[in-house]
T-cell receptor, first 112, second 112 residues
């Protein structure tokens, strides 16, 4: 049973465009929603995270939008750059548990 | 060390052989996780160590998989009688009692 569904599986964007990756979750007990970025041959690294008490969090070109009622959250990458080409994972975890559930990942390619 | 260190970076083995994968977490991190990453399958949780508590082994796929953590630091993941379906990247992460995980670069295991 996949508790965090991520889409799309792959995404191709032109340089300067907006990349949008979506995730949906089922467990309403989740209270921490991080996004990880993984480059080839490297481990995932935390990119940005949000808690359900806010609807949006922005860090530079990266923004998380969170819709608690719909149980969905998304990552927006503004002014996408070729250096953003990587695999992105959303995740969710619940208070008291430090074991997150990961989405299946989105392979992003930004063409120059 | 500055980050989570995993060794070897690549391991090729024959079906039926045992393998050991090593993880050196970030100094001071009390939590340690093992994940398996298969192509297109995201991150599959395997096992979680937290301090001196009993490990959470709920993600181990079979009794051929085991892990230990010595002295609250270094961890070894052992796969006995390897099968071809065990081929994947095995990732280790550590954390300082928070929901932010720091990943190593992984060990790519190929079972021939």
């Amino acid at each position: 049973q996949q508790q965090v569904k991520q889409s799309p599986q792959s995404l191709i964007v032109q340089k300067g465009g907006i990349s949008i990756i979506n995730c949906a979750y089922e467990n309403t007990a989740f209270d921490y929603f991080p996004w990880y970025q993984q480059f080839p041959g490297k481990g995932p690294a935390l990119l940005i995270a949000i808690r359900p008490d806010v609807s949006e969090k922005k860090e530079g070109r990266f923004t998380i939008s969170f819709n608690k009622s719909a149980k969905q959250f998304s990552l927006h990458i503004m002014d996408s750059q070729p250096g953003d080409s990587a695999t992105y994972f959303c995740a969710a975890s619940k208070g008291g548990s430090y074991i997150p559930t990961f989405g299946r990942g989105t392979s992003l390619i930004v063409h120059p | 060390g500055a980050g989570v260190s995993q060794s070897p970076s690549n391991k090729v083995t024959e079906k039926g052989k045992d393998v050991e994968l090593r993880c050196d977490p970030i100094s001071g991190h009390t939590a340690l996780y093992w994940y398996r990453q298969s192509l297109g399958q995201g991150l599959e949780f395997l096992i979680y160590f937290q301090g001196n508590s009993a490990p959470d082994k709920s993600g181990l796929p079979s009794d051929r998989f085991s892990a230990e953590r010595t002295g609250g630091s270094v961890s070894t993941l052992t796969i006995q009688r390897t099968q071809q379906e065990d081929s994947a990247v095995y990732l280790c992460a550590s954390s300082r009692m928070s929901q932010i995980q720091y990943f190593g670069a992984g060990t790519r295991l190929s079972v021939l």
